[in-house]
């Protein structure tokens, strides 16, 4: 059984900057693709980042590019999420999540089979 535990969500000022990280339990952390998805208030959830098992390959949803980084340290069994430059509109409920793929590092839901239970982001004006 995978458990992820997301932290590090808060409110913040336009223009600030939150680091969320994603502790996960188990030991094949180092096999899977992991991703980030966010679900904002009556919006569906939507695909925010991924990165693939080592490290090499990452995706990013447009809106975030340029913005966030996605990261991974196997040693630590986390993913990261680096945001800056932070907008109203990233205001949502953050998740992260194991894919069943290594290298693929796309958005598909349901590719993705472990979910955290998600961290409050709030980005105020």
């Known amino acids: 059984q995978v458990q992820l535990v997301e932290s590090g969500g808060g409110l913040v000022q336009v223009g600030g900057s939150l680091r969320l990280s994603c502790a996960a339990s188990?030991?094949?952390?180092?096999?899977?693709?992991m991703g980030w998805f966010r679900q904002a208030p009556e919006k569906e959830r939507e695909f925010v980042a991924a990165i693939s098992r080592s490290g090499d390959f990452t995706n990013y949803a447009d809106s975030v590019k340029g913005r966030f980084t996605i990261s991974r340290d196997n040693a630590k069994n986390t993913v990261y999420l680096q945001m800056n430059s932070l907008k109203s509109e990233d205001t949502a409920i953050y998740f992260c999540?194991?894919?069943?793929?290594?290298?693929?590092?796309?958005?598909?839901?349901?590719?993705?089979?472990?979910w955290g239970q998600g961290t409050q982001v709030t980005v105020s004006s």
């Open positions: 188990g030991r094949s952390f180092s096999s899977y693709t």
């Open positions: 999540a194991r894919s069943i793929q290594t290298q693929w590092v796309g958005g598909s839901q349901e590719k993705y089979d472990y």
